[in-house]
């Protein structure tokens, strides 16, 4: 009994770290670990362990963000970054997420097409309004739980590569052995991995489900944390167990793709792969029904998990950024503008799907649009992760502040109070400037 209310608690606690490691593994990010395991075998298997520390690092400063200030990422960002430099950061990452919508449906339309025949366009159109729908019409809470249960599809990764017979001691010494080259087409695919598996949108998703979830919790419009050593710890330490078991499960389930790519089409001479689409139809003569079975569904079912993180990211940030009532826990009455860019993104990302556009060219700008943001946004994190006027008490050392973090993500630190803090007087965070 007591090994099952622990497990039961520990399920509890997983929520928006979970859903944004799980939207990380999108049918684009699919079609990037696919071709890095048919081009390189399994090479780079050591880059998915890699990068989990330091994607683990940058979601708790997005998420500790949200939490303490009860606002998301743009909001804050506009506290510290000038107006240009904002409106450029949000408007470049906007215009990232619709075109990888755009890629992300038309590899689900060509999915379903592979599965049960018909026409790819008509999939992707109807797949995109059902993301749409469910964001609109759903409110927060059952969405939240209806994504949570979604994410158990990225499973069907870890089945298809156990259902063909692997070389493990060769997967073994590729990952813990790192081969590295300077080849220029191995590093590209070393940076393209890395670009996919940090991406700025998670950082203002995660932001702002937090916010959502202190909403839920403390049955408020506006929720900035409660002050005191005890309510940061209550509040803290969940976010790094939930922070961390997102973000290994988006890597650990990226290694599984590679593994399963270079098991079958890397050790048959198929060396390239257009989309996710074409990973799991080259798959179907070297491993079977049941491996293209497993890679089909779960394109279909990770991007119903991405178009809604895509889309809402955006219009989180542009909502926060000009000041629009914007939370997935208002009716679309209430927040219209902020249902209207869910909608719209998720529209054009649909008839940009139907364009004779290659998805691998929609992927490269997105990839030129995202690495343009990443650096000044991560700067920009840091500006208000150690600025005591928006984080209070609960600021990191601005020398330090990123390697603390890190610190705190991996061992789950608890903050003490000093002889001569007061706790009730440990934070005074902004206050969420949404209107109830």
Known sequence: MTGGRSLKGLVRQLGPGLLTGAADDDPSGIATYSQSGAQFGYALCWTMFLTTPFMVAVQIVSARIGSVTGRGLAANLGEVLPPVLLYGIVALTAAANTVNIAAD????GEAVRLLVGGPAVVYALT????CAAAQIVIPYRPYARYMKVLTL???AYVAAAFSLRLPWGEVLASTFIPRLSWQRDFVVMVVAVLGTTISPYLFFWQASLEVEERRVMERKKEAPLQNGNAAARRRFEPIVIDTWAGMALSNIVGFFIIVTTAA???AHGVDKIGTAA??????RPFAGRAAFLLFSLGIVGTGLLAIPALAGSGAYAIAETFGWKGSLGLRPQRAPAFYLIIGGATLVGSLGAMTPINPITMLVWSAVFNGIVAAPLMVGMMLVVTNRKIMGKFAASRRFGDFRLAGDAAHGRRRRCSPGDDPDRLNAPQVSTMPA
């Open 278 to 283: 074409d990973a799991a139809e080259a798959l």
């Open 127 to 130: 797949l995109g309004g059902i």
């Open 105 to 108: 449906i038309a590899a689900m």
């Open 153 to 155: 599809v990225l499973f």
């Open 264 to 266: 079958t089409l890397h």
